[in-house]
């Protein structure tokens, strides 16, 4: 017999009326139940889906018990709960049988969607029931299948043990550990099985040989390359403009400068086809990613363009814009990282994967911030790839910062250098590291009437300082008041208008000038005057072009990374002797003076000598637009970083020197009667070898005889045979790893060659070694090629 007080009646009651908080709970049990079937049952058959993944094999089928019970104990709670609302019901009936009509209906009504309630439980419990036993059929066939297959290839899904492939199981072994690091694994279709592992390994990345029962038709072939397009110049930029875009103010700057360079460009190009004739020249797919913009660099020129800030890079990059799209080759240009990877075709993750696709492009040109962006997105693409890649880099990146092992052994490793790249693939603005490549930039080009104009239009006591910041002004005070008893003086200095510079009272400043503007004060001025810095700019060039003579301080000591804060952390030994080194060794008097600031005297008479010296606008060729076309044509056509090993290994000779002594018995020439090497550029009958003084770089003992380094002949030379030619006495000789060989050491009677190739360097001296030096003669105007490289 059951009692029940008032209180357990209003209990039954409360629970009664408050079903709508409770309908809300089992709601939430019905949708858990749903999510818990998807996660169950897609875990299971999504790789079996066709198509989704070419990886169709699992060696363990996890979560079949486990999902058989969850499922079992969902189904027995909502019976329990079925059950107690059941009991419920029927204790709140029995317990009021004299209750009036109107109660009765009232009761009626809470009990009514209570009723209702507790059928949608018992539905959903069968539902639950009947998906339990329908999942454990399927699983159990799953399992039956899946130990078929198991059973037939388990040895197959194993690494091999293959000498061809030393690294495979220890990728294996990381792959086990380490595949769920990066969602790129999983979009190439690893799961965590040894199959998925193996088929990644070798399909994917090359670490693993091929699977025998693979379907190799089903795995990735490089697409059929497309027919070779022959590059025909072109006149007009205005496409060119639409590819650069726009948004930044860079982009503007650079965009302005092309559309001023356009008809110079389109004339370059007319003179370049007559002189090329018939040449064939295939047009190149090219990225042009420049990285120093992109947000993720920071972009700290952009905002700085209006202010003052450095624009040599962006005229570097607008020349090379516009000579590659005027030697007709396709261009592709990026400005963003998302840009970058969506060319590169980089899978979502976080850069440890290939790339998705092969590679669509010939060349990459790009700068240190582009090559560290893509080094992070490519994953291993970057290794297989790099040969292509084009770093323009305005300081020169000397081999023994480049090579990484080295680098790091011996003192040289920085922020910037250890890429491992052939150093002929860094880019410089100017020639004054010949182990890189000289790209270079343009200064407008004048006819002789323009020539005329300027001269007749020049003042003969007018002076313009190199310098927009303020801050390069502070501390030359003396200079200034020297010059200001000569000349009258001339500014263009960045200031807000509530902040004027802080500059002497006696100097003219016209602000901040667009570059057309800046150009016409050029043309006016007698002197352009740097005061140390900014470094190699292309200014002084510029004003040289416009008739101006520029004078510049001497350092003494010379500029480096060892003593100077500017330098230091550039991958690069090179000592700079004045703030533009180009303009005093390739120019010189009377366009160029470099005399000791420190030295009143000296200052003063430079400027009395100047004042009395009349010169003409000058342009060396290889600054207009005639000579970077023709020299970046050279490059394309003939630069080929993935072609391999040197055509002489070391070590390596014919029975036949390709050496002469020259009649004066001070050095070798390649021999007359041996024909040059294919493919060897430049071509080796250029060569000339010296043995350099102690102390002395190849760099500089290539410059005292009028010709300039060339490492690429360096592998020639590398072996006894050069030493014998030139009469070196060795009483030994040794190969080894370091970036002053092929080198004689005295005492001793040592003979030292190179061991590793990215270490051949026309930098670099010590007083122990009289260094072995490649030299090669150049065409005039065009340090960058020699007579027969075109």
């Known amino acids: 017999m059951i009692t029940v007080n008032p209180d357990g009646k209003i209990m039954v009651r409360r629970c009664l009326v408050s079903l709508r908080p409770f309908r809300l709970f089992v709601l939430g049990i019905g949708f858990f139940t749903l999510c818990f079937l998807m996660t169950s049952l897609g875990g299971q058959f999504s790789a079996r889906r066709l198509g989704d993944s070419p990886f169709t094999i699992r060696t363990e089928v996890p979560g079949g018990p486990e999902s058989r019970g969850a499922l079992r104990k969902m189904s027995d709670l909502l019976e329990l709960m079925v059950k107690r609302m059941d009991m419920l019901a029927r204790l709140e009936n029995s317990s009021e049988p004299h209750h009036t009509a109107g109660v009765a209906h009232l009761a009626a009504d809470r009990l009514s969607p209570g009723a209702s309630l507790i059928e949608r439980i018992q539905a959903i419990a069968q539902n639950v029931s009947d998906i339990a036993v329908k999942v454990d059929q399927i699983l159990r066939h799953s399992l039956i299948l899946h130990s078929k297959v198991s059973e037939g290839r388990r040895d197959q899904c194993e690494a091999p043990s293959d000498p061809k492939f030393p690294d495979c199981s220890g990728k294996v072994e990381w792959m086990r550990a380490r595949w769920t690091s990066d969602p790129c694994y999983a979009f190439f279709g690893v799961d965590g099985t040894e199959c998925s592992f193996l088929i990644y390994l070798s399909e994917v990345e090359w670490f693993c040989p091929p699977l025998p029962w693979r379907n190799q038709t089903a795995a990735r072939t490089a697409p059929k390359s497309l027919p070779k397009v022959q590059a025909m110049f072109r006149s007009n930029l205005s496409h060119l403009l639409e590819l650069m875009g726009s948004g930044k103010e860079s982009l503007i700057f650079m965009k302005k400068r092309t559309r001023r360079f356009a008809a110079q460009w389109a004339k370059a190009a007319k003179d370049l086809a007559q002189k090329l004739g018939d040449v064939r020249r295939d047009q190149k797919q090219i990225l042009v990613h420049i990285g120093f913009l992109t947000e993720e660099s920071g972009d700290v020129f952009s905002p700085r363009v209006l202010k003052g800030g450095p624009l040599g ?234 008739g101006c003579i520029f004078l510049q301080s001497r350092f003494s000591p010379p500029h480096s990374s060892l003593n100077h804060e500017f330098f230091r952390g550039k991958p690069t030994s090179r000592e700079v002797f004045s703030q533009h080194p180009y303009a005093e060794n390739f120019i010189g008097k009377p366009h160029v003076w470099t005399v000791d600031y420190n030295n009143s005297d000296e200052f003063e008479a430079a400027i009395k000598a100047i004042m009395n010296t009349q010169v003409d606008p000058y342009l060396p060729y290889e600054y207009t637009c005639a000579g970077m076309l023709e020299r970046i044509h050279a490059y394309i056509q003939h630069q080929d970083f993935c072609a391999g090993p040197s055509p002489v290994p070391p070590g390596a000779r014919t029975s036949q020197s390709p050496f002469v002594l020259a009649p004066n018995a001070t050095h070798l020439e390649w021999a007359q009667n041996i024909s040059s090497v294919p493919g060897a550029w430049p071509p080796t009958h250029s060569l000339r070898a010296w043995l350099a003084a102690p102390g002395r770089a190849c760099t500089d003992a290539c410059l005292d005889h009028g010709l300039v380094c060339e490492p690429s002949f360096f592998p020639f030379l590398n072996g006894q045979d050069a030493f014998l030619k030139l009469k070196v006495p060795c009483d030994s000789t040794e190969w080894e790893m370091h970036h002053l060989y092929p080198a004689f050491a005295q005492p001793g009677q040592e003979c030292y060659l190179q061991k590793e190739p990215l270490l051949f360097s026309c930098a670099g001296a010590s007083t122990k070694y009289q260094r072995l030096c490649p030299c090669r003669d150049f065409r005039k105007g065009q340090v960058a090629l020699c007579q027969g490289c075109l």
């Open 313 to 546: 890079e962006m005229v570097q990059w607008a020349d090379i814009l516009a000579a590659l799209y005027v030697l007709g080759h396709s261009l592709r240009i990026t400005v963003s990282l998302k840009e970058l990877q969506s060319n590169l075709g980089v899978p979502p993750g976080r850069g440890n994967c290939p790339l998705t696709v092969p590679l669509p492009f010939d060349l990459i040109y790009t700068d240190y911030h582009g090559l560290q962006q893509m080094k992070q997105h490519m994953g291993l693409s970057f290794k297989k790839y790099r040969c292509r890649i084009r770093v323009i880099d305005t300081f020169g990146t000397e081999p023994a910062y480049n090579h990484e092992e080295y680098a790091t052994l011996h003192g040289y490793r920085t922020n910037w250098g250890y890429w491992n790249l052939n150093p002929k693939q860094f880019m410089t603005m100017f020639p004054h590291t010949p182990d890189n490549s000289f790209m270079g930039f343009v200064s407008e080009e004048l006819n002789e009437t323009e020539k005329q104009l300027i001269k007749d239009g020049k003042a003969s006591n007018m002076a313009v300082v190199y310098g927009k910041e303020a801050s390069i002004w502070k501390g030359k005070e003396k200079f200034l008041a020297i010059l200001n008893k000569y000349m009258e003086i001339h500014g263009t200095v960045y200031y807000e208008s509530q902040r004027p510079p802080e500059v002497p009272a006696f100097v003219k400043n016209h602000g901040l000038l667009p570059q057309p503007e800046f150009q016409q004060l050029l043309r006016k001025a007698k002197l352009f005057i740097g005061f140390g810095f900014p470094y190699e700019g292309p200014a002084p060039l510029e004003a040289i072009a416009n």
